[in-house]
């Protein structure tokens, strides 16, 4: 499968604890975005990063949340000292270089927080 | 912030039937792209629009990009069954480099 590959699928965390979620992009593409969707509302945008750098992390909450993308391994979205609102799937994609490159998709990770 | 309005919410139709959704702003995208998602599962990638005016078909879907690059259309002819799912329309807005902003989605159910 040459597809975006993200795991786990499923993440339960209870309160107060760590989340990490992984991603590895499509083969060939060096460019890794993570959105978040939370119940009942669309899409949005958090992070973009290329190996070994963050690009944009306008939309990245500014506290417990941090993106790395290593030069080798996949892209991990870690939460720290989670929270009930944390509830949500986590959407990885990745795209080419260009900057018209359309971005694809893996499955999701969803994360619920007891 | 840049407001984006997909309609659409909701799209109940049979079998056979065509149909429309539209994507709009008030600001220029540089480029758009369609999405359909289905429970459980991502986005899937159904075409990207990039000229204003231009008009791309798969199958029987029909895109069209604004002239003035700040609405899009899916058109769907003969829907079916398999067609039911959640179809996003993602631009990505002038200036705002690559991150995509999604619209709410329009949830089609299409009844045999």
């Known amino acids: 499968n040459a597809g975006v590959m993200q795991n786990p699928r499923h993440l339960v965390r209870r309160r107060g604890q760590e989340a990490r979620l992984r991603c590895s992009p499509m083969?060939?593409?060096?460019?890794v975005y993570w959105y978040r969707q939370l119940p009942e509302e669309g899409l949005k945008f958090m992070v973009y990063l290329q190996k070994e750098n963050i690009i944009d992390e306008s939309g990245m909450p500014k506290e417990r949340f941090s993106a790395e993308f290593p030069k080798e391994g996949p892209s991990i979205l870690r939460i720290q000292q989670v929270v009930r609102g944390d509830s949500a799937a986590y959407f990885c994609?990745?795209?080419?270089?260009?900057?018209?490159?359309?971005?694809?998709f893996g499955d999701g990770t969803r994360l619920s927080i007891l | 912030t840049q407001l984006l309005e997909q309609s659409p919410q909701f799209l109940s139709i049979q079998e056979g039937e065509n149909l429309t959704v539209y994507c709009n702003s008030s600001?220029?995208?540089?480029?758009l792209q369609w999405y359909r998602q289905e429970p459980g599962e991502g986005p899937v990638l159904l075409v990207t629009?990039?000229?204003?005016?231009e008009v791309k078909k798969l199958k029987r879907l029909t895109f069209q990009f604004g002239d003035a690059r700040k609405d899009s259309s899916l058109h769907i002819t003969a829907a079916q069954p398999g067609d039911t799912g959640l179809y996003l329309c993602a631009p990505r807005f002038s200036g705002s480099a690559r991150q995509l902003t999604f619209g709410s989605g329009t949830q089609l159910t299409v009844l045999p």
């Open positions: 600001s220029v995208f540089s480029s």
């Open positions: 083969k060939g593409h060096s460019h």
């Open positions: 994609a990745s795209s080419g270089t260009g900057e018209r490159q359309p971005q694809h």
């Open positions: 629009v990039v000229t204003g005016g």
